[in-house]
Each structure stands twice: as structure tokens, then as C-alpha cells.
């Protein structure tokens, strides 16, 4: 049974910086590309960061320079670290399981969720 949990969200400074965590189980995590999604009230769900084949990443324009992916196959972990935080950061983040190692960045690709983890921004 594939679960993914999410945590380390809540509330931060503008400026200031959060580190997501993701545990991951059920499935051979180090197999498939992994990333953090997020969604705003009101609007769609937006890509933030991705890692797959080969440890390559991508990131959302929004994030780039500010926000890192990283992964631990060795704990089934997916984290971003999260800096230079702003507030329309402000969304709930998730956590996503790629079809396969390849990376993409739209949401169809991804096969498993959690359940999310809210970040709020204060000005």
C-alpha cells in the first residue's frame, strides 16, 4: 500500500525559511522521479519541484533560486527546503509519486499523493 506523509509546514516569516519532509512507503522509492506540488485557494495545482533519473531536478519559475529538492533513497524521504519565503508561497503543498523515473512536471504523471501540508506566509 503506498502511503507518502507530508510534514513541516505552518507558518513563517516573509524571508524566512521552512524544510518539507515526505515519508514515503509501499513502493521501491528510489524507482520513480518524486516531487512537491502545491495549491492555493482558488487556484490550480501548481508544480514546485521535481527529482528524478539520475538525481536531475526541476523547478517551478516561481521557486527557482529560492526552494531545493532533495532526496534520501536510503529513508524512502523526499524534502525541500524551502527559503526566501514569500507570501504567495502561501499553499498547501504536496508530495507526488512519478509513473516512472522520468521527470515531468504535470500533474497527470503523478500516480500517488499525500495529503498535503500547509504553509502560510505572513508579510
Known amino acids: 500500500q503506498v502511503q507518502m506523509v507530508e510534514s513541516g509546514g505552518g507558518l513563517a516569516q516573509s524571508g524566512g525559511s521552512l524544510r518539507l519532509s515526505c515519508a514515503a512507503s509501499?513502493?521501491?522509492?528510489?524507482?520513480?522521479?518524486m516531487a512537491w506540488f502545491r495549491q492555493a485557494p482558488g487556484k490550480e495545482r501548481e508544480f514546485v519541484a521535481g527529482?528524478?533519473?539520475?538525481?536531475?531536478?526541476s523547478y517551478g519559475d516561481s521557486v527557482k533560486g529560492r526552494f531545493t529538492i532533495s532526496r534520501d533513497n536510503a529513508k524512502s524521504t523526499l524534502y525541500l527546503q524551502m527559503d526566501s519565503l514569500k507570501p504567495e508561497d502561501t499553499a498547501l503543498y504536496y508530495c507526488a509519486k512519478g509513473k516512472s523515473l522520468f521527470l515531468y512536471v504535470k500533474a497527470r504523471e503523478y500516480d500517488y499523493w499525500g495529503r498535503g501540508t500547509q504553509v502560510t506566509v505572513s508579510s
Open positions: 509501499g513502493f521501491t522509492f528510489e524507482a520513480h522521479a
Open positions: 527529482v528524478g533519473y539520475g538525481g536531475r531536478t
